[in-house]
């Protein structure tokens, strides 16, 4: 029992740490302004959605797995409200108003932390420390005030009347024939797509080559005689260090290429490049772009054919 109280005590504090952390070290967070979202502390663009789509998928299950396997696993060991409320009902009972000084400072911790999931942080910061008057700061402010009044008032009620994962648990949960026989089989089929899922994730966020390139067309035309390409290649660094790349063109001898063949792009930095071919195209092979990065890394773009 005592082993069992120890091992709530640690799992609650741990998530509850993990909440403030998990967004400000990258671990996941979704930058909706800044069109990028990151995981495992690496950056990533929209143009990676299928790994945003894994990652979603994966916690979407993980949260619906813990309703079915363990009814109220979650609000036990997890939830940090459940953590917090219970921490001012505990101080409140020694130091009577010490847990609303508590909610009141804690509130706009929370909030910022709740927002940096989808907002950058330092950005957040800097709108907060001065004070800018901005549609976000109106938010970060209600959401404070949401949180203090969730904490510091409903409480428990909020668990028992308006939760939505705590109405989630009671849907989902398994009942004892489920885990049997081959209903529970089935039962464990999503555990196996979960561990699927997450294999899957990091795969492919340790394998990213931490950086995108495409070609912007701007003019392409082609007669028997004259072949004139006008164009852009766009490379972004998703990496937080400076990263040089080297471009090469795939093309037939006749045509001319005017372009950059090597360019160095700052931590974060996204730039466009011009480049024009022109000539008499004797064949109809594609020609391609390979850009690649210090790693060795090559990512391939097709400019025509
Ligand atoms: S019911 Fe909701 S808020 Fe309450 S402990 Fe469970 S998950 Fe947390």
Not at 10 to 19: E, H, N, P
Not at 50 to 56: D, K
Not at 96 to 121: E, I, M, S
Request: charged residues 15%.
């Amino acid at each position: 029992m005592r082993l069992k109280r120890r091992s709530r005590m640690i799992s609650q504090i741990s998530v509850f740490v993990a909440f403030f952390l998990v967004p400000l070290l990258n671990v996941f967070r979704i930058d909706v302004g800044g069109q990028h979202f990151f995981l495992f502390g690496k950056k990533f663009a929209y143009d990676d959605g299928l790994l945003l789509l894994v990652a979603i998928l994966f916690l979407v299950l993980l949260v619906v797995l813990g309703a079915k396997i363990s009814h109220r696993f979650f609000c036990s060991y997890m939830c940090p409200h459940n953590t917090f409320v219970g921490f001012l009902i505990r101080i409140g009972k020694r130091v009577p108003g010490l847990d609303w000084a508590v909610a009141v400072l804690l509130a706009p911790l929370a909030a910022f932390a709740l927002l940096a999931y989808f907002v950058d942080p330092g950005w957040l910061w800097n709108a907060i420390i001065s004070f800018r008057g901005s549609p976000l700061l109106i938010f970060y402010w209600f959401t404070a005030v949401g949180l203090f009044l969730l904490f510091g008032i409903f409480r428990y009620k909020f668990c028992a009347n308006a939760c939505p994962y705590g109405f989630f648990q009671m849907v989902f949960k398994d009942t004892p024939r489920e885990r049997n026989g081959v209903q529970g089989l089935a039962s464990r089929l999503p555990l196996l797509i979960l561990v699927f899922l997450g294999g899957v994730m990091v795969y492919m966020a340790a394998s990213h080559p931490g950086y995108h390139a495409r070609i912007i067309h701007i003019v392409e035309t082609k007669t028997s005689e004259q072949y004139i390409f006008a164009g852009k290649i766009e490379i972004e660094n998703l990496q937080f260090q400076p990263q040089a790349y080297s471009i090469r063109i795939d093309k037939e001898p006749g045509l001319q290429v005017k372009m950059r063949e090597q360019v160095t792009l700052a931590p974060e930095e996204i730039r466009q490049f011009p480049i024009t071919i022109t000539g008499r195209r004797t064949t109809n092979r594609p020609i391609l772009i390979r850009v690649t990065n210090p790693a060795g890394t090559i990512l391939v773009q097709r400019v025509s054919g």
